[in-house]
Antibody
Framework: QVQLQESGPGLVKPSETLSLTCAVS?????????WGWIRQPPGKGLEWIGS???????YYNPSLKSRVTISVDTSKNQFSLKLSSVTAADTAVYYC??????????????WGQGTLVTVSS | DIQMTQSPSSLSASVGDRVTITCRASQSISSYLNWYQQKPGKAPKLLIYAASSLQSGVPSRFSGSGSGTDFTLTISSLQPEDFATYYCQQSYSTPHTFGQGTRLEIK
C-alpha cells in the first residue's frame, strides 16, 4: 500500500522560501509515476502546484512557475517542494500525491495527509 | 487555463436522497475528468476517474457520467458518511485545474 507523508516547517516568514518534503513508502519512486504537489488555502479550493517524474522531469503551474522548484531524491524515496518569495497568500495546507494514470488520463491518488504552512512574521 | 465550474456550490440533502452534482469545463476535455471527496481536516479522496470509472473500494452508490464539457457525479442513496465537499478536476491539459467544490450538508 502506497503511503505519502509531508514534512517541513509549519511557519515561514514573508519573502523567505517554503521547503517541504514528501516521503513515499510502499512503492519505489524509481519504478515510475509522476508525483505532485497540491495546495489548499484555509477554507478554499484546491490548486495544483506541479509534478515531477522519477527521472527528474518536471512541469509546473504557470501561475507559480517562477517561484517553484520540485526535485526528487530516489535514494531516499522522497520528493521535495521549494516555493520562494512567499507571502501570506501562500498560507495553505500542502498535499503531496501520486499521479496515477491509465493513458492518456491521469488523477491524483493516493494523497498525503497534508501539512499546514503559515506565512507570517 | 481550463476553468471548472461546479453547481451547486452547496447542497442540503437527507439520508437516502439521490443527489447530483454538476461540473462544467470551459472547453471540451473529452473524458479527462476526476471526482474527489474531502472531509474536514482530511486529504481529498479519489472517487471517480476518467469521468465514469469507479475507484477501487469506493461504494457503488457513487457514479459519474459525461464527456466534452458537462459532467455529473451522482450519489444514488446518501449515507451519513457521504456528507463532505466534492471537487471535480480536469486532466486534459496543464495546469490541472479543480472546480471550486460542492459542499454537501445534512438537511
Amino acid at each position: 500500500q502506497v503511503q505519502l507523508q509531508e514534512s517541513g516547517p509549519g511557519l515561514v516568514k514573508p519573502s523567505e522560501t517554503l521547503s517541504l518534503t514528501c516521503a513515499v513508502s510502499g512503492y519505489s519512486i524509481s519504478s515510475g509515476y509522476y508525483w505532485g504537489w497540491i495546495r489548499q488555502p484555509p477554507g478554499k479550493g484546491l490548486e495544483w502546484i506541479g509534478s515531477i517524474y522519477h527521472s527528474g522531469s518536471t512541469y509546473y503551474n504557470p501561475s507559480l512557475k517562477s517561484r517553484v522548484t520540485i526535485s526528487v531524491d530516489t535514494s531516499k524515496n522522497q520528493f521535495s517542494l521549494k516555493l520562494s518569495s512567499v507571502t501570506a497568500a501562500d498560507t495553505a495546507v500542502y498535499y503531496c500525491a501520486r499521479r496515477d494514470y491509465v493513458s492518456p488520463g491521469h488523477w491524483f491518488d493516493p494523497w498525503g495527509q497534508g501539512t499546514l504552512v503559515t506565512v507570517s512574521s | 487555463d481550463i476553468q471548472m465550474t461546479q453547481s451547486p456550490s452547496s447542497l442540503s440533502a437527507s439520508v437516502g436522497d439521490r443527489v447530483t452534482i454538476t461540473c462544467r469545463a470551459s472547453q471540451s476535455i473529452s473524458s479527462y475528468l476526476n471526482w474527489y471527496q474531502q472531509k474536514p481536516g482530511k486529504a481529498p479522496k479519489l472517487l471517480i476517474y476518467a469521468a465514469s470509472s469507479l475507484q477501487s473500494g469506493v461504494p457503488s452508490r457513487f457514479s459519474g457520467s459525461g464527456s466534452g464539457t458537462d459532467f455529473t457525479l451522482t450519489i444514488s442513496s446518501l449515507q451519513p458518511e457521504d456528507f463532505a465537499t466534492y471537487y471535480c478536476q480536469q486532466s486534459y491539459s496543464t495546469p490541472h485545474t479543480f472546480g471550486q467544490g460542492t459542499r454537501l450538508e445534512i438537511k
